[in-house]
């Protein structure tokens, strides 16, 4: 998902778009990744250290020049304060959690940050967890999330090869966004809960939406609320 981020907003087209089946094998192959089973179902685990250089030679191998990949483990709220800061100049980033609250020694869900939320003193990251909806609240004051690591990409040392697009995946928020009064867009997120994720919270609509990109009926923005 973040990859083809910046497929979608800058137009690196090696790095999913050519066979995004392919590249989730070969991710997994340059992480290191662990498949077992567990009660019957398929798990993973990649090592947070074997998971950075992964995503750096993942990309390296398709723009030599490579990037810069930053990383950020510490107290939930050093942590939180470094996510909101890397949201507001517009950077998605992952975040490894402990998804069960159950193994504090060893965080073990991957998560991509889209957004937050400080209103009224709270501490909260919005996730796109993977599991096949669009987002999720976590608590960052919930001890039971801890430890918790950020990985970001903060420079890239190649230009884009191509232009963008919002071909790749299926649309995010999807029966979230509404025309506005003055011709745009307003998003109205509907976010699980986690811990819970059987129930959901409705946030108020979006006081501002920034069109980043914009393919046809498909576009990215950023959304603010005041």
Known sequence: MLLSYYDKRFGYAQLVRPDPGKAIVELHDRMHTITFSWFGAKQGFTDPFSFQWGLEAYITARYPGGVT???????????????????????????????????????????????????????????????????????????????????????????????PTCSLGPAGAAGMWNPDEDGGCELTPILRLHFDPGRCVAWPTSDAAEILVSCGSEAIAACYWR
């Open 69 to 163: 990949l930053e990383s950020k483990l510490g107290r939930l709220g050093e942590v939180f304060e470094v996510s909101v800061a890397l949201i507001r100049r517009g950077t998605p980033h992952i975040i490894l959690f402990d998804w069960r609250g159950e193994t504090p020694l060893f965080p073990n869900h991957y998560a991509v940050v889209v957004g937050f939320d400080r209103s009224d003193g709270r501490k909260e990251l919005v996730v796109n967890p993977g599991w096949g909806y669009d987002f999720q609240i976590v608590d960052m004051t919930d001890v039971a999330v801890a430890p918790a690591i950020l990985f970001w990409i903060e420079a890239w040392k190649d230009p884009p090869d191509g232009e």
